[in-house]
Structures are given as C-alpha cells and as structure tokens.
C-alpha cells in the first residue's frame, strides 16, 4: 500500500512539475528542459495508444511488396548515370545491422532486380511497376499527414509529380554525393593532409559522425518534404537528429541481436531471414515515426497537452462550436480584417485544435466556408452571408455523418419517434425562419 501510494505521489509530483509549472517564470534553459520532457512524454503516448506502432507495421508489408520495383526504378534511372553497380554496396551497407542475413537479403533482392526487364514486363507491368512504387510513398505520405493532423492529402497531378521528382532524381544526387566523396578522398592533397597526426585523429573522429550527419540529413529532407504541410527547418532538423541517433543505435543493438540470435534460426528454420528483416523494417519504420512525432510537437506547443486525440463532442457543443466559427469568420469577412487561420480560431475559442479542424472540416465539405491557398491556409464564407441561413448551419453540422448506409431511409424508425422529429425540425426552422448570417452578426455588435 505504501508502494502504490508513494508511486501516485511521484506520479502527482511529476505532473505538476512537467505540466503545471508556469513555463514564463522559468529560465530558457529550464524552459527548455520542461518542452523536452514534455514532447517526449506525449510522443510515449502516443506509441502506447498503437496507432504509431500500427502504421509502422502497415510501412512494413508496403515496403516489403514495393522494395524490388523501387530499386528496380532507381536501378534503371542510375544506369543511364553509368552508377548501377553501387546499388548492391548500399543495400549490403543498409542491411548490415542484419549481418550474414543482410547479405542474403541484399543478394536476394538483386536477383530479382536483375530479372525485372522493361521488354518483359510490357506496358501493363511497367505502369503497375510505378503504380506500386508511388503506392509506398503515398502510404509514408498519409503516415506523416496522421502525425500532423493534416486531413487532406495532395492532389493526384501533384502526388505523381512530387513522388516521381524523388524516384528519378533522388538516387542520382545520392549516388553523386557519394561519388563526389570518393573523389574528393583520392587526392593526393588530401591524401598528405590526412597523413598529419592531427588532422587524422580529427578526420577519424568525423569519419565516426559522418554515418549519423548523413541519417539525420536524409531524415530531415524527409521530414519536410513528405508532409502535405509546410514543417520548419529547425522542427525537422530537431526531430531528425533524435531519429538519426535512435536509428544508428538501434543498428549497432540490432546487429548484436542477430549475432546472438541462433535459436530463432532453429525455430523458424527457413524463415528465419525473413522474420528478422521483417523485424528491422519495423523497428525502421518506428524510429522514423516517432522523429516525425517529435518534430510536430516541436513545431506546434498548442498541441502539447494530455488531452486525448479522440475527440468527442456532445451534439449541443458542435452547432454551437459551428456557428461561432461561422460568425468569427463572417465578422472579419465583413470588417475586411485578416483570414482566420484554425490556429487562430483555437486560441481565441480556447479549445484544441484538432476540435477546431473537425468542425472546419465539416463547414467546408457542406460548403459554408472555403478555403484559400496557404500557406497558411485561412478560410472565407462560402457566399454571401445574406444566403447562409442559420437554420442550413445548424442542419448541415445535425446531418454531416449521415451516409447512405445509414440514414432515415436505411433503418427501421417507429413512427412516433419520426413525429417527435418532426416537430422538432418544425420548431427550429420556425424558430431560425428567414435568419440569416448576416442578421446573427447586426445582432451581436462586435460582441465576440
């Protein structure tokens, strides 16, 4: 009993510090600290709730089915450079945290590379060939876009072009970073210089952090890139850095693992190649997740708090949560005052922001708001505010989750409850009769 009641009191003692502690009456460096534990006590969150873990798992088998045809794509692109043969190095080079397993992988996955022809495959293949390449991207896409609360995902004309702009061009700027290295290191200048005591303990120093600076910097570019949202340099680089060391640990860990993993070759036999590369995708998957975690949190303080990401709002809360939007961004319509941004509404109506972007979300799929072109993205009525009825506001947020699955006309209603429905829908609409949302605003004076 003790135990359990000097734990609550730790427990209690912690939350108070982390998250009640007032974060202007400390100094930058306490501040700092305090934003640290924070992030990573809500990225911890957010693997036990499993939707982190989940998504990592569904990267896996997308990777599993679209690595031959991505290599295969950057194969042919590196061909035309005359830099092919430095694909089986890299893939040796990834897999190496595998050991002896990652070279049969990495052969594996040549062999089959070398099989996949253009003439072979036909017009059909190759398009099904891109489709599953363009796939994974997608996939990483809404993964990230999950982690940044972004609902809407990039255009189809503008998935193809930003996924294909990475597939033929990332390879040959990393293929020539790393030619331009080999290079670099085979002069002779170079060469002598590094024969100075000095300069080659440095040199092998920076030969130690050269795997992590290049992780971290693939990982950023990630970071920024693939979110169909705009993400910060100093918010990427800062996520990266945490996913760059967790990664190059996670290899040198890893790589022990299977070193002293005999029994899961006696166990799974065959399989036992497949089941650790299954295992090191996931944990890459994750590693990278949870960098893209930390870098949302870095870049938006108005979402580190406990509250639960399920949101769960009474019907009373959304139509009114509705109209005040409806009303705050009629108002600056009017006053010809600066856009709303969702940022901006949540702060003012002192609730989260993923409340304020379900709601938004919904007066722009029944077309009460519009949204302009970011960033940031701001939002203006839809029409004039003279046809935005309050009653069609009230009814469009009643009625947004009903479907044709399940509606009035789909289920089986006693016909006393469709009378007490009735009359209560007769009751608003006479009760809202002929009010407008330019009316609601006269009334209110410069009130909100």
């Known amino acids: 009993m003790k135990k359990r009641l000097s734990f609550r009191s730790l427990k209690q003692s912690y939350l108070q510090i982390v998250w009640s502690t007032p974060m202007e009456n400390l100094p930058v460096i306490g501040s700092r600290l305090i934003n640290g534990i924070r992030i990573a006590h809500l990225v911890i969150r957010d693997l036990m709730d499993g939707m982190i873990t989940l998504r990592a798992m569904g990267l896996v088998y997308t990777t599993i089915l679209s690595l031959v045809p991505l290599i295969a794509v950057s194969f042919s692109v590196l061909k035309g450079f005359g830099v092919h043969n430095q694909i089986e190095p890299m893939l040796l080079s990834l897999f190496q945290p595998l050991g002896e397993k990652g070279a049969e992988v990495s052969t594996k996955i040549i062999e089959f590379v070398d099989n996949t022809k253009a003439g072979v495959l036909g017009t059909l293949g190759l398009a099904l060939l891109m489709y599953t390449v363009v796939s994974l991207l997608q996939k990483i896409e809404r993964a990230f876009n999950y982690t940044w609360r972004v609902t809407q995902h990039r255009p189809i004309s503008q998935r193809f072009s930003d996924y294909l702009t990475v597939i033929l061009i990332g390879p040959v700027l990393l293929f020539s970073a790393l030619g331009v290295t080999a290079s670099v290191s085979n002069i002779t200048l170079i060469q002598e210089v590094l ?77 036992a190649t497949l089941v650790i590369f299954i295992i090191w995708l996931h944990i890459n998957w994750l590693i990278l997740l949870i960098g893209c975690s930390i870098a949302f949190y870095h870049q938006q303080p108005a979402h580190r708090h406990l509250g639960s990401r399920i949101i769960r709002l009474s019907n009373r809360l959304r139509e009114v949560l509705a109209l005040n939007i409806m009303m705050l961004i009629g108002r600056h319509f009017l006053s010809e005052k600066p856009a709303w941004t969702i940022e901006a509404l949540a702060s003012h109506m002192n609730i989260s922001i993923e409340i304020c972007t379900l709601l938004i979300h919904r007066l722009v799929k029944t077309g009460l708001i519009v949204e302009t072109a970011g960033p940031p993205e701001t939002y203006l009525p839809a029409c004039d505010l003279e046809k935005l009825s309050i009653n069609k506001i009230i009814r469009s947020i009643r009625e947004y989750d009903e479907n044709s699955t399940l509606s009035f006309e789909t289920i089986t209603i006693q016909p006393e409850v469709i009378n007490i429905h009735t009359e209560i829908k007769i009751a608003i609409e006479k009760a809202l009769e002929g009010k407008t949302l330019r009316d609601l605003l006269s009334e209110s004076d410069g009130k909100i």
């Open 195 to 271: 024969d100075i005591k000095s300069v080659g303990i440095i040199v092998t120093l920076l030969g130690y952090l050269v795997p992590y600076l290049l992780v971290i910097s693939a990982f950023t570019f990630i970071y920024i890139f693939v979110p169909n949202t705009k993400v910060k340099i100093k918010s990427a680089l800062t996520g990266a850095i945490v996913a760059g060391i967790l990664w190059e640990t996670a290899s040198w860990l890893f790589s022990e693992f299977v070193v002293s993993s005999a029994n899961y070759a006696a166990i799974y036999s065959a399989f």
